[in-house]
C-alpha cells in the first residue's frame, strides 16, 4: 500500500470549522426560526390596543357568579366545620369544640356544627 501524505493537523482543523460553519449557515431551522421572530415581531406590532367586547354569554355568566358568590363568613364557618371533620376523625375533641364553636357562630343554623359540638363535649367529659 502506497501511503499517504498526512495533512497537517492545523489545515484538518482549519477545514473543519469552516464545514460548520458553512453547515451552520445553511441550516433550515435557522431561517425557520428568524422567519418566526419576524412573525412574532409583526404580530406585536399589529395588535388591536382598543379593548374587546366580552361576549353577552360571558357577561351573564359573571353577573350569574357575583350573585352567587360566597361571603367571606360563610367561607370561614366551612373552613371551620372542615377542621371541625378532620379533627373528629383523629379524636382531638379539643379541636372539634374549638372548630365546630366557630362554624356554629358563623351560622347559628348549621345543624352538622352543633352535632359535632355536643359530641366534642361528650367525649371530652
Known amino acids: 500500500h502506497p501511503r499517504r501524505a498526512h495533512a497537517p493537523s492545523t489545515a484538518l ?9 458553512s453547515s451552520r449557515a445553511a ?3 435557522d431561517t425557520h426560526r428568524t422567519s418566526r421572530s419576524q ?10 390596543p382598543a379593548p374587546r367586547r366580552e361576549p ?4 351573564a355568566d359573571s353577573a350569574h357568579m357575583e350573585a352567587t358568590s ?19 376523625r383523629i379524636d382531638e375533641w379539643n379541636c372539634v369544640e374549638q372548630n ?4 356554629l357562630a358563623i351560622d347559628p ?3 352538622e356544627s352543633r352535632a359535632l ?8 367529659l
Open 56 to 59: 353577552q354569554s360571558y357577561i
Open 27 to 29: 441550516r433550515p431551522g
Open 13 to 21: 482543523a482549519a477545514n473543519a470549522q469552516a464545514a460548520s460553519a
Open 117 to 124: 359540638l355536643g359530641q366534642a363535649i361528650r367525649n371530652r
Open 70 to 88: 360566597v361571603t367571606r363568613d360563610e367561607l370561614e364557618g366551612a373552613r371551620a366545620l372542615a377542621k371541625a371533620r378532620w379533627c373528629a
Open 39 to 48: 412573525t412574532l415581531a409583526r404580530m406585536k406590532k399589529h395588535t388591536d
Open 100 to 103: 365546630a364553636s366557630r362554624a
Open 109 to 111: 343554623t348549621n345543624s
